[in-house]
């Protein structure tokens, strides 16, 4: 559970990203901090552990993006979402929207479900699978109104796995530390091959943390190929550039 300092500190954070926390959503975030600490002793989630930068560097960090999340938004995936960031936390500011989590090791997911139970989180699905076959597959390909991911991949390889996932229209925002500017110069030919347009790049810092953080908003303005996302292994190995 977070202290009250803590949960203070979360709610005067969130609300430099223009979110108003209610209790109910705070006390949503101490349990999951709670199951987080917990369940990373027996398996590794996260090598962040102490409340505080828990509220700072996991649950701010991913509220980050949630002013760039368009209101007709209805579905998004989080790609690679490890220990449930940013998608958990943007379900529990966002009740309305249905939320994908999509990881590709099991025990990550069976933690992601036990937090979606707990919090008593509707319309929030953990799927274990690759991004690449993921994005290859019918069902989900081209069907999301936004994708996120943080911390997964280098921008190239982040092209291919997430704009063959999002609707024409949509959008992916890709969650980047400081070499953002240089893998924005690397990612022009997958941009051009994969249907993708930047609409912005916003830069930050992440508060009570001095961390330059960047949000990547990219517009997905035409079908991706569907030779894309290339099999398992291959975008990481040659990626477009």
Not at 122 to 149: C, N, P, Q
Request: charged share 30%.
């Amino acid at each position: 559970m977070l202290s009250e300092k803590n949960i203070e500190l979360l709610r005067e954070g969130a609300k430099k990203y223009n979110v108003v926390l209610s209790n109910e959503q705070t006390d949503k975030f101490s349990h999951y901090a709670r199951l987080l600490v917990e369940w990373n002793e027996k398996i590794n989630l996260t090598s962040i552990t102490d409340p505080e930068e828990i509220v700072i560097k996991h649950f701010l960090d991913s509220l980050s993006v949630a002013e760039y999340i368009p209101n007709e938004t209805k579905a998004l995936v989080d790609v690679g979402t490890g220990a449930g960031f940013p998608g958990i936390p943007l379900k529990i500011i966002r009740e309305n929207l249905k939320v994908t989590l999509l990881d590709s090791l099991a025990k990550r997911i069976n933690f992601l479900n036990e937090v979606c139970n707990y919090l008593n989180l509707e319309d929030i699905f953990s799927i274990h699978s690759r991004a690449e076959d993921f994005g290859a597959d019918k069902k989900y390909r081209e069907s999301f109104d936004l994708v996120t991911a943080r911390a997964v991949a280098s921008l190239p390889v982040l092209l291919e796995y997430c704009l063959p996932l999002v609707k024409v229209g949509g959008m992916f925002i890709a969650m980047k530390g400081p070499d953002a500017k240089e893998e924005l110069k690397e990612s022009q030919k997958a941009f051009d091959i994969l249907g993708g347009d930047i609409e912005g790049v916003k830069s930050f810092t992440l508060p009570y943390s001095g961390i330059e953080r960047y949000l990547i908003l990219i517009r997905k303005c035409r079908h991706s190929p569907t030779k894309y996302p290339r099999k398992s292994g291959i975008p990481t190995k040659r990626p477009i550039k």
